[in-house]
């Protein structure tokens, strides 16, 4: 099925007659607020301008900002709707949709293709889906159309009476069990069975209140004040024939919907439309029927009143069901007869959505343009800092490499960094041009000046505050100095690396340990980067290190 629209401001409209009844809706929280209930005179639509429809001749007018962006929703009547059960052996609704014609085909009492179909689910297990199938016919759609373009008003969504008193129910009762919605209409009289704001079957009587009220009118009785109870038993009442008729189709209606209940007690009944609003005569109905009536309630909009609840049930159902959130909408604009603009919800946000990537687009280019700006002066830096290693002058460096003169030539803060990895390259092609060189002559300690380190060192032998000489503490037994590796020709990136090992003797282990804590310490003579080794056995001690490289490499 096609995704079908949702607005904020949803309108449902209803004609009956010489009018035309609308509901403006709006949620508060996930309570529907009516915002407006209007009724116009339908006789005003050839005298309205071309570019205006019956809804901007309201008095007093529709906020023409919500009016502008309203969703406008009709209903085709119960008796051009046709509601079947269908029990499918799928669960996705992708799958469900696929085939919907096909089986829906053998329930119509005409071609498939002559029809509009849409569906709503009334509960899945894992052996299918049970639903209920919506059709009309295209015909009496097109003439549906045809009516509202007359008055200068395209309805966007295409719903179904049945439908909307499902949700009437569903939105203002608090009634958890199935129920049985009756509109009093003028021409005709809708019963449906609800459970949970979704039709399980509905039916059409071709009998209203426009009998009932022109007796009435031409007996001077007033439909608001009578006593329904008593003109129902009164067979020389001339309102009685009208009464009478009506009863019995509701009678069989309603025995014909208890059926349709799969065995469950039907014992509630809601009533709308202008009869529900005549004296008792909804109580008339409801004894006559067996029911218990249930009036429509809606205490958090204070805006409202029960009598207008009833009146305005159709247009306020139709709005409800395209509310954002509402679920089992119907729909019946589809194919040759979809809405001529399917855009227009989408125009707001996909602008908004254009105009957000269009920021984000700036954004992006601007924090580009500061982090390469930022890249560049740090590439300038590195630039500026490489010369200096080289021990160049850049106007020195400019001149030897290009041969630029000394007033053609470019700062370094204003070279490109195309002109930058262009000197880069001569740099990389100038330095391997150049030969190797290695260092012959080591900067490491010698052996003089290791033992010199070692005898005069406090922890070996301290001087004597009272004589002012040395007092050796250790005994040098053995001394070892070795060069492990150097470079050459072969290994011209080796690096001098000189270990020394040597053994000696103390009479007192403190002294020891203290010369060891010197060796670990750091000092001029000894590289943190090498391994200090310390073993001791039978009063002697044996050590090894590595001398600090002091030697400079090209």
């Known amino acids: ?11 449902g409209l209803e004609s009956e007659e010489k009018f035309l009844k609308g509901a403006l809706l709006r949620l508060k929280g996930d309570k529907p607020i009516v915002e407006r209930l209007f ?7 050839d005298a309205t301008p071309r570019h205006l429809n019956l809804l901007h001749t309201i008095e007093p007018p529709l906020p023409r900002d919500k009016l502008r962006r309203a969703l406008f929703v009709s209903g085709m009547t119960t ?9 499918i052996k799928l669960t996705k609704e992708k799958d469900i949709d696929a085939v919907l014609g096909f089986q829906s085909e053998p329930l119509l009492p005409y071609p498939v293709d002559e029809a509009i179909l849409d569906r709503v689910i009334l509960s899945t297990s894992e052996e299918g889906s049970q639903l209920a199938v ?4 295209k015909d009496h759609l097109e003439s549906h159309l045809e009516f509202y373009q007359s008055l200068n008003i395209e309805p966007e969504a295409v719903s179904c009476h049945p439908s909307a008193l499902a949700a009437f129910s569903k939105a203002y009762s608090e009634v958890n069990e199935p129920l049985i919605v009756t509109h009093l209409g003028l021409k005709e009289t809708c019963c449906l069975l609800v459970d949970d704001g979704k039709v399980l079957s509905a039916f059409s009587i071709n009998l209203g209140l426009e009998g009932l009220i022109q007796a009435a009118k031409e007996n001077d009785i007033s439909l608001a004040d009578a006593d329904f109870v008593a003109l129902g038993k009164d067979e020389n009442s001339p309102l009685y024939p009208h009464i009478s008729a009506l009863e019995q189709g509701l009678n069989r209606t309603v025995f014909a919907l208890g059926k349709q209940a799969s065995g469950r007690s039907i014992s509630l009944m809601m009533f709308t439309g202008e009869g529900a609003c005549m004296g008792n005569f909804v109580a008339l ?11 429509p309630e809606a205490p958090w909009d204070t805006g409202i009143t029960t009598d207008e609840l009833q009146r305005f049930a159709l247009p306020i159902g139709l709005a409800l069901g395209y509310l954002p959130e509402s679920r089992n909408r119907i729909s019946f604009r589809r194919g040759e007869l979809a809405y001529p603009n399917p855009w227009k919800r989408l125009k707001q946000p996909v602008a908004i959505y254009v105009l957000g990537c269009l920021l984000v ?6 924090m580009s343009g500061v982090v390469v700006s930022r890249h560049e002066v740090s590439v300038h830096r590195e630039y500026a800092r490489l010369l200096s290693i080289l021990g160049k002058e850049h106007e020195t460096f400019e001149n030897e490499a290009f041969g630029t003169a000394s007033d053609d030539i470019i700062p370094i803060d204003e070279l490109s960094t195309a002109a930058i990895n262009k000197r880069l390259d001569w740099i990389e092609q100038d330095i391997k041009k150049t030969p190797h060189s290695f260092p012959l002559m080591p900067n490491v300690a010698r052996v003089s000046d290791v033992l010199a380190w070692i005898v005069t060192h406090p922890k070996v032998a301290p001087i004597n505050t009272t004589t002012g000489e040395r007092e050796p503490h250790l005994q040098l037994e053995s001394f070892n100095y070795t060069m492990l590796k150097r470079p050459d020709k072969t290994k011209q990136r080796e690096r001098y690396q000189v270990k020394v090992e040597f053994e000696f003797s103390s009479d007192e282990p403190k002294w020891a340990r203290e010369f060891h804590d010197a060796l670990i310490a750091p000092n001029d003579l000894i590289d943190p980067k090498g391994e200090v080794k310390w073993s001791a056995a039978q009063g002697k001690y044996r050590t090894s290190f590595f001398l600090k490289d002091r030697t400079y490499y090209p």
């Open 1 to 11: 099925m096609l995704e079908k629209p949702t607005a904020q401001h949803p309108l």
């Open 39 to 45: 009724k116009a005179e339908l006789t005003q639509r």
């Open 79 to 87: 008796r051009e709707t046709l509601i079947r059960p269908l029990d």
């Open 134 to 137: 919506f059709a009309v016919r």
């Open 285 to 295: 109905l409801a004894e006559r029927c067996g029911k218990t009536p249930v009036a």
């Open 361 to 366: 687009a700036l954004l992006v280019a601007l």
